[in-house]
T-cell receptor, first 114, second 113 residues
Framework: NAGVTQTPKFQVLKTGQSMTLQCAQD?????MSWYRQDPGMGLRLIHY???????DQGEVPNGYNVSRSTTEDFPLRLLSAAPSQTSVYFC?????????????FGPGTRLTVT | AQSVSQHNHHVILSEAASLELGCNYS??????LFWYVQYPGQHLQLLLK????DPLVKGIKGFEAEFIKSKFSFNLRKPSVQWSDTAEYFC???????????WGAGTKLIIKP
């Protein structure tokens, strides 16, 4: 199993550009989420989804959009990149069974906005 | 709002020293508790988890954690650390039946050889 995959691994954007960070999982997990990780701030939830067609905002949703058309894929779109969005982005997924919602993480995307 | 506190942002130890990293949470109901580790340049991996039962849980690489409900704590311990334990450690909590994890800010652990 590949688990959770993310592309690209690294990206540099200019202010105002848009892009999509890809995330896919092959574990048939219903719950998927996007976090950003900044030094000294832990992980902050951007958006999450509890199943195909259902998404909701997390703690820091501004400037980001998501969609969930399939169980496997959960792309994150930056609409107009800003330097404040320079961060490492992690996608995670978990089952919704009785396992306590342990989350599995992708390798991350390091984004720099200049 | 629920929160998770990790007491130390940076810890520096020598090899073979004992380790205890603190984690406290604010939610008063039933919770699931996790410790994740992030080695340099890598993604987060689950170290151990508590859902129910024995409050002393054992994880990978010799780590363990004890859930003390009365103290709202879930401290991570290891009797003798190794240089390869250098990493950032995150405590996370979710309320029962809630998918969302609440994260602590992380503790950077540096082990001197």
């Amino acid at each position: 199993n590949a688990g959770v995959t993310q592309t690209p691994k690294f990206q540099v954007l200019k202010t105002g550009q848009s892009m999509t960070l890809q995330c896919a999982q092959d574990m048939n997990h219903e719950y998927m989420s996007w976090y950003r990780q900044d030094p000294g701030m832990g992980l902050r939830l951007i958006h999450y989804s509890v199943g195909a067609g259902i998404t909701d905002q997390g703690e820091v949703p501004n400037g980001y959009n998501v969609s969930r058309s399939t169980t496997e894929d959960f792309p994150l779109r930056l609409l107009s990149a800003a330097p404040s969005q320079t961060s490492v982005y992690f996608c995670a997924s978990s089952s919704t069974g009785l396992a306590g919602y342990e989350q599995y993480f992708g390798p991350g995307t390091r984004l720099t906005v200049t | 709002a629920q929160s998770v506190s990790q007491h130390n942002h940076h810890v520096i130890l020598s090899e073979a020293a004992s380790l205890e990293l603190g984690c406290n949470y604010s939610y008063g109901g039933t919770v699931n508790l996790f410790w994740y580790v992030q080695y340099p340049g890598q993604h987060l991996q689950l170290l151990l988890k508590y859902f129910s039962g024995d409050p002393l849980v054992k994880g990978i690489k010799g780590f363990e954690a004890e859930f003390i409900k009365s103290k709202f704590s879930f401290n991570l311990r290891k009797p003798s650390v190794q240089w390869s334990d250098t990493a950032e450690y995150f405590c996370a909590v979710n309320e029962e039946s809630n998918y969302q994890l609440i994260w602590g800010a992380g503790t950077k652990l540096i082990i001197k050889p």
